[in-house]
């Protein structure tokens, strides 16, 4: 179903840019506060093991950087595909023993760093100078995804690993996006988006966790 999805969405911009010869290249860049949502404590219980004590969850505040073109369909819509390296990822923080790693601290964080690339598809409007509303499907690739555990005792970093938990998620997501912008007669722009994905991220369907994000950041329009 995902394969389709995608195929579905490749097809429709294809089709779409063979037919418009006004295509506009757009970049874009920013930060993303990024988290699980649903069922993220247990899918995260899966990766490390809580010893008795004070814990707590964290999102991650990461990147993003694309590029993409947008195609007008008149003086106030367009359609806008492209495609977006977007670091998202969730972690917790407390008293802590990593598995596989052999670590018990007092003061330890074990944070998912997620790698995927984006296909947003959206649905730009225009409803007055330089102002713009979007919306849209968005088909993610997850390349890659890190464990990192971070321990310290006493304001010294003791240890700081890297683990590959790649195969225990699910490499495609599927979901939806959409905020505002405003852009200026020079071709900068701002923007600010929310996201959300609809595919479990356990590989094995054990647990409801989604991928949920916020965007800001500028784009600028050749």
Same mark, same amino acid.
């Given at each position: 179903?995902?394969?389709?999805?995608?195929?579905?969405?490749?097809?429709?911009?294809?089709?779409?840019?063979?037919?418009?010869?006004?295509?506009?290249?757009?970049?874009?860049?920013?930060?993303?506060?990024?988290?699980?949502?649903?069922?993220?404590r247990?899918?995260?219980?899966?990766?490390?093991?809580?010893?008795?004590?004070? %814990?707590?969850?964290?999102?991650?505040? =990461?990147?993003?950087?694309?590029?993409? @073109?947008e +195609? #007008?369909?008149?003086?106030? *819509?367009?359609?806008?595909?492209?495609?977006?390296y977007?670091?998202?990822?969730y972690?917790?923080?407390?008293?802590?023993?990593?598995n596989?790693?052999? %670590?018990?601290?007092?003061d330890?964080? =074990?944070?998912?760093?997620?790698?995927? @690339?984006? +296909? #947003?598809?959206?649905?730009? *409007?225009?409803?007055?100078?330089?102002?713009?509303?979007?919306?849209?499907?968005?088909?993610?690739?997850?390349?890659?995804?890190?464990?990192?555990?971070?321990?310290?005792?006493?304001?010294?970093?003791?240890?700081?690993?890297?683990?590959? @938990?790649?195969?225990?998620?699910?490499?495609?997501d599927?979901?939806?996006?959409?905020?505002?912008?405003?852009?200026?007669?020079?071709?900068?722009?701002?923007?600010?988006?929310?996201?959300?994905?609809f595919?479990?991220?356990?590989?094995?369907?054990?647990?409801?966790?989604?991928?949920?994000?916020?965007?800001?950041?500028?784009?600028?329009?050749?």
């Open positions: 179903m995902r394969t389709t999805y995608l195929s579905l969405l490749v097809a429709f911009t294809a089709v779409t840019i063979a037919g418009n010869a006004q295509v506009k290249p757009v970049i874009k860049a920013g930060i993303i506060q990024s988290t699980w949502k649903g069922e993220a247990q899918s995260f219980d899966q990766l490390v093991d809580k010893a008795n004590g004070y %814990i707590t969850t964290r999102n991650r505040t =990461a990147f993003y950087v694309g590029a993409g @073109i +195609l #007008p369909m008149g003086d106030v *819509v367009s359609i806008e595909p492209s495609l977006i977007t670091q998202r990822g972690g917790i923080k407390g008293n802590l023993t990593i596989d790693m052999k %670590i018990d601290a007092l330890a964080r =074990a944070t998912a760093q997620m790698h995927y @690339i984006d +296909l #947003p598809v959206l649905l730009k *409007v225009k409803p007055a100078a330089g102002l713009q509303l979007f919306a849209g499907p968005q088909v993610s690739y997850l390349v890659k995804n890190n464990l990192r555990a971070d321990v310290a005792v006493l304001g010294f970093s003791l240890i700081n690993s890297d683990m590959d @938990i790649t195969d225990q998620f699910n490499r495609w599927v979901g939806v996006t959409g905020g505002v912008g405003y852009e200026f007669a020079n071709g900068l722009g701002l923007m600010a988006s929310y996201e959300r994905g595919q479990r991220l356990d590989k094995n369907q054990n647990f409801k966790a989604f991928n949920e994000g916020y965007k800001a950041g500028l784009t600028f329009k050749f």
